[in-house]
C-alpha cells in the first residue's frame, strides 16, 4: 500500500525547514517505500488572499486519504490573532485527535550536556488549549477541559514508554489548586501506577519539577503533562540540546480513529524575524522526518537520518544559532551529504 503524506509548510521558515525535509522523503522513496507527497498550501498567505484557513474539505481529505502529515509552521505578524494558526494547526491536532505529542530531548554531538535522554510526553488536544472562554469588560475566563479518555491514552503511552526504557517516569501537574483537571490526572496517574509496579513513577508539582531540572535534568526520564504545562516543559527541555532549532515532535492518536494517525513538526514555531533568509536550524524538521519514518515502520532510515544529523555535528557543521555559519539549506546539505547505509 501507498503510504500517502501531506506536507504542510506554512508560515515563516516553515517552508525553509520543509525544503531540508523534502529531499529525505524522496530518499526514503529511492529505498523501496511506496509513498506520496502533496503539498498543501495553506497558513498565512492563502488565509490572506482568500480568507479561508483549512476549509472543511480539504480537511476531510487530509483525515480520511493520507496517512501522514508533516508540518512546518504557523504564525504570521499579520494576522495578530493568530486565528489561522488555531484553525490550521490546533484544528488538525484535535479532530485528528493526536492525543500524544512526544518531544524527545537527546543532545547532538558537540552541544552540552552528552548523555542526556529525557522525553517529554504533552497532551495535544484539550487542557488550556480547548480554546473556551469569555471575555468581558474587566475580566477574562480561559477554560480548561481534561477528559479521562485522553489523559488515560496519553498516560498509557509514556508508562510503556518509562517501562521500555526502563527509565523513570514523573508526571507534572499542579493538583495543589488545579483541583478538578489535575486532580483527574493525578487520579488516572496513579490508577496506572498500580498497574505498573515496575516503573518508578511519580507526580511532582510542576513548578518545583522546573527548577528540579534547570538544577539536574540527569534523573528524568519521561515527562507526562498536559497540554499547557507539556508545551512549557518541552521548550525548556528543547533548551537542553541546541535549543529551539534542533527539537523534534511527532503527535499520533494511539487509537487511530482516522486514516491519517500522525503529524510530524518542529517544536519550534514560525520565527517571522529570520524568514526568508535562511537562518533557521533545519534540524528540528528533519529530525521530526525521521521521528516518523520511525513511526511509519521505517527504523532503518529513521536511524540512518538520525546518525547523518549526528555526524554532520560530529563534523561540526552548525547553523548560526549553535554559533556556525551554515545557511539553512546547508546545514540540510550537510545532512543529506552523510546518508549512508
Ligand atoms: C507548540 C507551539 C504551539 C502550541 C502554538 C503555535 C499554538 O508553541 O507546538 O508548542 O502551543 O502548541
Ligand atoms: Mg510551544
Known sequence: MTTRIALIPGDGVGPEVMAEAEPLIDWARSRGHRLETVRLSYGADHYLSTG??????????????????????????????????????????????????????????GLSRQGLHLEVFRENTEGAYCLQGSTEPGRAVDLAVHTEVAVLRLLEVAFARAQARGCALTLAHKANVLKHGHGLWVRVFQSLQAAHPDVPARGMHADALLCALVQDPAPFG??????????????????????????????????????????????????????????????GMILSTA?????????SEAETVERAVAAAMRDGARTRDLGGSLSTAGMGAAIRDRLSG
Open 52 to 109: 479561508e484557513t483549512l476549509p472543511e474539505e480539504a480537511y476531510a481529505d487530509l483525515r480520511d486519504g493520507f496517512d501522514a502529515v508533516i508540518f512546518g509552521a504557523v504564525g504570521d505578524p499579520r494576522i495578530p490573532d493568530g486565528r489561522h494558526a488555531e484553525e490550521i494547526l490546533l484544528r488538525l491536532r484535535r479532530g485528528l485527535e493526536l492525543t500524544v505529542n512526544f518531544r524527545p530531548c537527546q543532545p547532538l554531538p
Open 222 to 283: 519521561v515527562i507526562a503533562a498536559d497540554n499547557y504545562l507539556g508545551d512549557l516543559i518541552s521548550d525548556l527541555t528543547a533548551a537542553f540540546a541546541g535549543g529551539m532549532g534542533t527539537a523534534p515532535s511527532l503527535s499520533w492518536a494511539p487509537h487511530r480513529p482516522f486514516r491519517c494517525a500522525v503529524l510530524a513538526e518542529p517544536v519550534h514555531g514560525s520565527a517571522p524575524d529570520i524568514a526568508g533568509k535562511g537562518l533557521a536550524n533545519p534540524v
Open 291 to 299: 521521528l516518523l519514518f520511525r513511526h511509519l515502520g521505517w527504523e
